[in-house]
């Protein structure tokens, strides 16, 4: 150990409550900044889970453009090679097959417009919530034929209840008329007020007869075991689509594709939320600057006194860097350590929300929110806090070196 390292731990503890303090500081930022930015994480992916299990899924297999134009006629012509594509890819838990039109949703007392869904019951439960968010009534069933869900709003809005008629009068893949009557089975109510005042769910058999499909579909809806399954999966079901069925016209999105509003409002709160972390940092800073600025007033004479002993400046500075550099490790791996500790405990129990849980459950949310601990969140804060407490403390670091001993001598 260089003797620069030896002074720098000695002076460090010269003032052990100082010390003890700031490292104190430190510390807790980096606990703050581990589970917030865990919490984060959590947070992003319940939301991410709940949309995508609501209907979209994590991805889906799409005609060319349909995402953007949503037309009836562009279809997935062949759907049964598709799923046998996705069957083949071990992340893939569950698939299902979808059908969507714009139609218009008659009750006996008023009219709306309506996206008509056709939907597998079996396979839609293993990919979807849907089953779980049933407000009234029941969930289709696999022998169904001629029922349906309505969502919440839409169901006010038509003044339409259980066992109640429902006239839908849309256009064909063909350009032909499409009608069809159906009985409501059970109303949804996903807490997603477009879907809810949009959604009209029937049998996929009876969206392919009624507009005449021809045994197409549009999507071809994928869920994964975790969202880290999602960048790997796609890049592999690109690769099978392209060499078992040779089809250009297809293509497969994830769910950041296909909800990019999401997305866009995840990325607008993690932004408020390091706005607000680098606040709390710039406060840590502050405070390990103005210790350091009180170590250098108060130890002038003695650095006059090594100056003029033949010490140069250079050495004095590296002794402070030491001093500094020392005491924001301890402070970041006690901070660090401590805030992944927590995290993993609540991230085995999970936080309730006690307040809410009736309305978390009823929009399909879990009643306690786990934090997630990853690489990222413990390294992200504790990364900052370390440029930008080293950063502040050079300044009194290179102070010393400004020194004149005479002046120092007499201070």
């Known amino acids: 150990m260089s003797i620069e390292v030896k002074m720098a731990w000695r002076n460090l503890w010269r003032n052990t409550r100082r010390t003890v303090l700031t490292i104190a500081a430190i510390a807790f930022a980096c606990l703050l900044l581990?589970?917030?930015?865990?919490?984060?994480?959590?947070?992003?992916?319940?939301?991410i889970n709940t949309a995508v299990g609501i209907h979209s899924g994590h991805l889906q297999v799409q005609a060319k453009g349909y995402n953007d134009k949503q037309a009836v006629y562009q279809v997935v012509p062949d759907p049964a090679s598709v799923s046998a594509a996705v069957a083949g890819v071990p992340q893939v838990t569950a698939h299902t097959l979808r059908a969507k039109?714009?139609?218009m949703a008659s009750s006996a007392r008023r009219t709306y417009g309506a996206m008509a869904v056709g939907i597998a019951p079996?396979?839609?439960?293993?990919?979807?919530?849907l089953a779980k968010l049933i407000f009234?009534?029941?969930?289709?069933?696999?022998?169904?034929?001629?029922?349906?869900?309505?969502?919440?709003?839409?169901?006010?809005?038509?003044?339409?209840?259980?066992?109640e008629e429902l006239v839908l009068l849309g256009q064909g893949r063909d350009g032909s008329v499409?009608?069809?009557?159906?009985?409501i089975k059970g109303i949804i109510n996903s807490g997603q007020d477009v879907f809810d005042r949009s959604t009209v769910l029937i049998p996929l058999g009876l969206f392919q007869e009624s507009f005449a499909m021809q045994g197409t579909v549009h999507e071809v809806v994928l869920r994964c075991r975790s969202l880290q399954d999602v960048a790997p999966v796609k890049l592999q079901l690109q690769d099978k689509l392209a060499a078992q069925i040779k089809s250009d016209t297809l293509v497969v999105l994830d769910w950041t594709e296909l909800m990019p509003g999401l997305l866009e409002s995840i990325k607008l709160d993690l932004v408020s939320g390091f706005i607000f972390?680098?606040?709390?940092?710039?406060?840590?800073?502050?405070?390990?600057?103005?210790?350091?600025?009180?170590?250098?007033?108060?130890?002038?004479?003695?650095f006059g006194v090594m100056l003029a002993m033949g010490t140069t400046p250079g050495r004095l500075t590296r002794i402070l860097l030491f001093?500094?550099?020392?005491?924001?490790?301890?402070?970041?791996?006690?901070?660090?350590?401590?805030?992944?500790?927590?995290?993993?405990?609540?991230?085995?129990?999970?936080?309730?929300i006690a307040d809410a849980?009736?309305?978390?459950?009823?929009?399909?949310?879990p009643e306690r929110i786990h934090p997630r601990l990853s690489i990222l969140s413990v390294t992200i804060g504790s990364g900052i806090v370390l440029v930008i407490t080293f950063t502040t403390t050079l300044y009194p670091a290179f102070k010393v070196r400004r020194l004149i001993p005479v002046q120092a001598l007499r201070a």
């Open 136 to 163: 009234e009534g029941e969930f289709l069933a696999k022998t169904d034929t001629d029922q349906a869900l309505a969502g919440r709003l839409l169901a006010q809005n038509l003044k339409i209840g259980l066992g």
């Open 357 to 365: 849980a009736e309305i978390l459950r009823e929009f399909g949310l």
């Open 34 to 47: 581990v589970f917030m930015l865990s919490w984060q994480f959590g947070t992003y992916d319940v939301m």
């Open 101 to 103: 039109a714009f139609a």
């Open 277 to 302: 972390y680098f606040i709390l940092i710039i406060v840590v800073a502050f405070s390990i600057l103005n210790t350091f600025l009180m170590s250098v007033f108060e130890r002038t004479r003695e």
């Open 323 to 352: 001093e500094s550099s020392s005491m924001t490790l301890i402070g970041i791996l006690i901070g660090a350590l401590a805030g992944a500790a927590v995290t993993q405990y609540f991230a085995v129990h999970g936080i309730a």
């Open 122 to 129: 079996a396979s839609e439960a293993a990919v979807s919530t």
């Open 178 to 183: 499409a009608a069809t009557v159906v009985k």
